[in-house]
């Protein structure tokens, strides 16, 4: 059971370089998040999606987008990755946002 | 801003003894509330959930604990046991957030053999 699955797991980026990172969901789940975990900050919403072809701003959503073309996976896109992006991403589905979410295992992104 | 607070970075525990975790909030709309267990290098998975209509829920050797008038919500882990080692979210959400989680910034339970 495949559950929520995130490419790639680890990553080092210099300043400037883009990047794509995938989240993958087999539970057919209409909801998809995109959070980081930063030290002392908890994790934040970066951006979501309420379906396919839907994205929506979260929390912190500056220096990243997002695309949802089909309803399984969730892209996270840095177009020009900064030191402050250095973090872990974690993706989540939730079948209908209202109750708990299916988190993937991470991605420790470093820009160096 | 932080929405959701764990004010307790850590917690070190005896086995067979109480874990209580705690968690505050600020947004007095929020009404929907979570745990979520982390070990290192795994994502989060939901432990347990609590809505604001009720002021405890429990499984097993959890439960959750609800203070609206507070803004306040505690997990009990009873009895604790060397697998709980691990850091513990909660997590808050409600209309006006868009349903939105807003999660806290963890404690991480140590549980003594």
């Known amino acids: 059971n495949a559950g929520v699955t995130q490419t790639p797991k680890f990553r080092v980026l210099k300043t400037g370089q883009s990047m794509t990172l995938l989240c993958a969901q087999d539970?057919?789940?209409?909801?998809m998040y995109w959070y980081r975990q930063d030290p002392g900050m908890g994790l934040r919403l970066i951006h979501y999606?309420?379906?396919?072809?839907?994205?929506a701003k979260g929390e912190v959503p500056d220096g990243y987008n997002v695309s949802r073309l089909k309803k399984q996976n969730f892209l996270l896109g840095l177009e020009s990755a900064a030191p402050s992006q250095t973090s872990v991403y974690f993706c989540?589905?939730?079948?209908?946002?209202?109750?708990?979410?299916?988190f993937g295992s991470g991605t420790r992104l470093t820009v160096v | 801003d932080q929405q959701v607070k764990q004010n307790s970075p850590s917690l070190s525990v005896q086995e067979g003894r109480i874990s209580i975790l705690n968690c505050d909030y600020t947004?007095?709309?929020?009404?929907?509330f979570l745990w979520y267990k982390k070990y290192p290098a795994e994502g989060p998975t939901f432990l347990i959930s609590?809505?604001?209509?009720?002021d405890k829920n429990e499984d097993g050797r959890f439960t959750v604990f609800l203070n609206k008038s507070a803004k306040h919500l505690s997990l009990h882990i009873v009895p604790s046991q060397p697998g709980d080692s691990a850091v513990y979210f909660c997590?808050?959400?409600?209309?006006?957030?868009?349903?939105?989680?807003?999660f806290g910034t963890g404690t991480s339970l140590t549980v003594i053999p």
């Open positions: 999606s309420v379906g396919e072809g839907t994205t």
């Open positions: 997590a808050a959400s409600g209309r006006s957030t868009g349903n939105q989680f807003y």
């Open positions: 947004n007095s709309m929020f009404d929907y």
């Open positions: 609590i809505s604001s209509i009720k």
């Open positions: 989540a589905s939730s079948p209908d946002g209202d109750y708990g979410y299916t």
């Open positions: 539970m057919n789940h209409e909801y």
